[in-house]
Each structure stands twice: as C-alpha cells, then as structure tokens.
C-alpha cells in the first residue's frame, strides 16, 4: 500500500475556492489510480473524483462536475483537488485514496487512504 497525507483544507466562505493536496510515499505513485472520497457529518462517505495513472482520464461525482478539478504530479507524488464555487453542502472530511487498478469512478481504493482533511464552508 501506498502512504497518503493530505492537506489544504480549512474554512472558506460560500463562494470560495480551496486546493487540496495529497501527498504519497514511496516511488510506485505512478502505478496508482488516485481519488477524492468525502464524508459529511451524518452521512455515508461518497465519491468526489479521480484520476488514472498518467492523468490522462478523469471522472468526477455528477454533482460536482464544473467545480471540482483533480490533477496529479507523478514527479511530485501529489495529487491536487481544485475546488471553486464551494458551498456549505461541500462541508465535510476530504480522504485521499490510492488503487493500482483504474475503474473511473467504480475504483475500490482499496490500496491506501490518507487521514483525510477538514473543509468547512460557511454560508
């Protein structure tokens, strides 16, 4: 498994834009399938984004397409989310995740996930 850290959350207000990072050990992030999960408070963790190995095909949860944008630097083994226009609904635990398998937005993750970050929007 590969070892994930996140970073870049906070408290923005409705409107506002956050970058997310995330960064990963070891030298194999190319060979990994990376995603965004989140978890709002009382509610199940769902699928936000991804991205294949070269970053070359992404997919995105349909609720949020046109605002969220995910990218990734093999060099850096980093992996970003681009969020614009956020919303208080975009309140929640943002969780990075790693899969050697690519399956847009049917991936499994199922080879690392990171402690995840708070974003918190204010309205």
């Known amino acids: 498994q590969v070892q994930l850290v996140e970073s870049g959350g906070g408290l923005v207000q409705a409107g506002g834009s956050l970058r997310l990072s995330c960064s990963a050990s070891g030298r194999a992030f190319r060979y990994y399938a990376m995603g965004w999960l989140r978890q709002a408070p009382g509610k199940e963790r769902e699928f936000v984004a991804a991205i294949d190995f070269s970053g070359g095909s992404t997919s995105y949860a349909d609720s949020l397409k046109g605002r969220f944008t995910i990218s990734r630097d093999n060099a850096k083994n980093t992996v970003y989310l681009q969020m614009n226009t956020l919303k208080p609904e975009d309140t929640a635990i943002y969780y990075c995740?790693?899969?050697?398998?690519?399956?847009?937005?049917?991936?499994?993750w199922g080879d690392g996930r990171g402690q995840g970050t708070q974003v918190t929007v204010s309205s």
């Open positions: 995740a790693a899969d050697r398998r690519w399956a847009g937005g049917s991936t499994r």
